[in-house]
């Protein structure tokens, strides 16, 4: 059955525009959420933790969701339900967040919906990767959606930084535009595999599946976690362990850069989403190349050259911080961060494949969740312990913690064995 199933780079093209719309609300997110806590008069490690709401819900949820989107079967596929269910308040609720920048309840009321509707629909569209792309595909297939992950952050930060400019509120409302409408695209545009779209008749009711499911999807998630520390092969583990601290580095800029921007080098909030543009400009170019530069040369060479690069790159910029001001400074670590785009594209567009080709088609989901579980745990774990030691030493301290943390998940990754591309679903 999974044999006749024709491959296509063109849907996985369209399938991109679910990571685009996902990418352009993070970005925006990540970029002024900090900036609107911290005038609140938060400490950072406060804001820190606030900005892991989404990292919590998707511990809590993507595993549970990953494994029920791979047992749902509905006219439409396994995984659009979910899309449908949280792209519209996503949307809504992200618009309305700089409305309310003055009330802390209120903004906080409306950045947990958002983040809940957000973790509704993530695992279940990562999945929908692997359901349409034969294993020696996948590394170029993530290129492709990354790709278009990369699009989405670059209107975020290039874009959506001009409309911040010209009214804060610009730039959330148009993003939660973009979003429906690239999930739209993706509802009516790329079809799931008919084998997905069929109930075995006699089967289950959606409600038996959902108290079986919730019950199952932590089940697996501790038996695939107890499997990565027991197998005598340990790659799972040593996958999880480095995905875990390159994401701990990782997350730690994206979530204060622009507040070390206002802060430390002494520019505007929108001038340091300006700059992050260019590590998402890096990203969109390198994509592509990312996935097959994994194929050809290997998933652990790749993503440990990517990592040494961003450990070599992140030293740049602290020497521009503390040794360069004014558009010198803005011009240095713009060529950096485009440069770091680059790196980061050899690392994340091959981790998923590797996580994934470590198991079954049949397991796709939960593995997803497994992926995002190692991520997700790391990013609630940066942001407030960077913030922590922002308020502790100062923003000088951003850029070392995260080297550090990028630095040992190279090592980490040096003894993953497996999950290099095979042929075949």
């Known amino acids: 059955m999974y044999a006749s199933q024709k491959f296509s780079y063109f849907k996985v093209f369209l399938l991109g525009f ?23 008069g938060l400490a950072s490690w406060l804001v820190g933790f606030i900005m892991t709401i989404d990292n919590i819900f998707a511990v809590v949820l993507l595993p549970y969701l990953g494994v029920l989107s791979d047992v749902t079967r509905t006219r439409i596929g396994r995984r659009k339900p979910y899309i449908l269910l949280g792209a519209p308040p996503a949307a809504l609720t992200f618009a309305l967040i700089p409305f309310f920048r003055a009330e802390f309840p209120a903004m906080m009321a409306v950045i947990i919906v958002m983040n809940l509707s957000m973790a509704l629909f993530r695992s279940p569209v990562i999945a929908f990767m ?8 996948r590394s170029q297939a993530n290129g492709i959606i990354n790709f278009m992950g990369g699009v989405g952050s670059l209107l975020a930060y290039f874009v959506g930084s001009q409309l911040y400019k010209m009214n804060p509120t610009y730039s959330f409302v148009a993003s939660g535009v973009v979003l429906l409408l690239a999930s739209l695209l993706v509802i009516l545009l790329v079809d799931e595999p008919e084998e997905f779209k069929v109930k075995e008749a006699g089967g289950p009711s959606f409600t038996e599946i959902l108290g079986k499911t919730f019950r199952q999807s932590f089940s697996e998630l501790a038996d695939n976690l107890k499997l990565a520390f027991t197998d005598p092969d340990k790659s799972l583990l040593f996958m999880l362990s480095s995905i875990f601290l ?35 400009l890096g990203f969109l170019i390198f994509s592509l190349p990312a996935g097959f530069i994994g194929s050809k040369l290997g998933r652990r060479k790749t993503m ?16 521009a911080a503390i040794s360069v001001t004014g558009s ?25 494949p590797t996580v994934v080709d470590m198991t079954t088609r049949e397991k796709l989901g939960a593995y997803t969740g497994l992926y995002y579980f190692a991520s997700q745990s790391a990013a609630i774990l940066a942001p407030p312990i960077a913030g922590l030691f922002i308020d502790l030493l100062g923003y000088p301290t951003l850029v070392p913690y995260s080297k550090a943390f990028l630095l040992l998940s190279a090592v980490t ?3 993953v064995r497996k999950g290099e591309a095979r042929k075949g679903f």
């Open 18 to 40: 679910g990571f685009f719309g996902i990418s352009v609300i993070w970005s925006v997110y990540n970029s002024y959420v900090p900036i609107f806590l911290k005038e609140l």
């Open 130 to 137: 692997p359901d349409i792309t034969p294993s020696e595909k």
């Open 246 to 280: 390159w994401f701990i580095g990782y997350n730690a800029i994206e979530t204060f850069f622009t507040s070390y921007a206002k802060w430390y080098m002494g520019l505007d909030e929108a001038t340091g989403s300006f700059i992050l543009g260019f590590v998402a």
């Open 304 to 319: 440990t050259l990517g990592l040494l690069l961003l450990v070599s790159l992140l030293a740049g910029v602290h020497l």
């Open 328 to 352: 010198v400074l803005v011009y240095t670590v713009e060529a950096l961060f485009f440069l770091g785009g680059f790196a980061w594209a050899l690392v994340n567009v091959n981790s998923l």
């Open 413 to 415: 990754l040096q003894f």
